[in-house]
């Protein structure tokens, strides 16, 4: 009956020493899973707002993008970022620390960042407005001062428009009077479009009048030029000039390499004043004339020009 007893006793002891034991582990699991979620939960980065970076040739540190972070270490998927491609980058931010119980534990965020392009190309013209006269040869692309990208530079001039390139479209009629448009349409790398118009004005010829008439020359004395009957005189032109000046012309005068006799851009001509007064812009087998004398002959044919040359 004793060892009964006995046995009993160290039984109960042994249970009851196994009891607290596995109570005591299963608190201390408790505390240490709780200190594991606290510490993970605590885990957090706090971002700047950005989020998108202006295309180019420049370098951005990853951690430049924390404002601060919760932890024992921070560690980035990437540790720059390049932005000289358009498009979304995304980076992975690792914050790792530990607790009491020396346990390591880290948590993940990830921040996208779009590289974007949002500066158009630059199109500058030497003129607003170009001024030809008909006839004159053209280039369209001769007025263009540059075309260029603010980050890629220079950009190439194209038949078709393709990124990287220009195009130069003109509805100018050098041989027609009239104002015109020249368009020059850039296109970037990434896609961005820009397109700036300058004027062309064709205008009448002052110096090689629109005639595809005889012309008066030293050796054809009288023709019938565009405005009637034409001749010429050579008589020193230094009263004449003076009379012109009263009247306000400031015009130059000059002689025409062919030997012709010039106020500014004008013919200087003679007529009959009565119907074609001082000042009058008429025009000759020569070029636009200007009415600056008068003589005998207006009075038999009231429609003549004669002509000042120096032949």
Known sequence: MKKIALSIVVFSLLLFAGKVDTGFTHSFNDIKQSSYQEMFDSLLIDFNEIEKLEYGYNTWYADKLVNKYNGDSLDTSLDYLETNTVGDTEIVYKVTTSDNFGQELSKSYTKTISIVDTQVPSISFKKDTVEITVGDSFDASANISSVVDPIDGKLAKSSGLKDGTYTVESNVNKDRIGDYTVTVTAKDVNGNVASKNYKVSVKQSTYNHVWDGT?????????????????????????????????????????????????????????????????????????????????????????????????
């Open 215 to 311: 012309v008066l020359t030293p050796s054809r004395g009288t023709i019938l030029g565009p405005s009637g009957k034409e001749t010429y005189y050579n008589l020193p032109m230094e009263g004449v000039v003076a009379i012109m000046r009263r009247m306000g012309n400031n015009d130059p005068y000059w002689v025409r390499e062919d030997g012709v006799k010039m106020l500014g851009d004008y013919v200087m001509v003679a007529a009959n004043l009565n119907i074609r007064p001082r000042g009058s812009l008429i025009p000759t087998s020569l070029g636009m004339g200007i009415v600056c004398d008068t003589g005998g002959f207006a009075v038999n044919n009231i429609y003549q020009l004669d002509i000042a040359v120096n032949w």
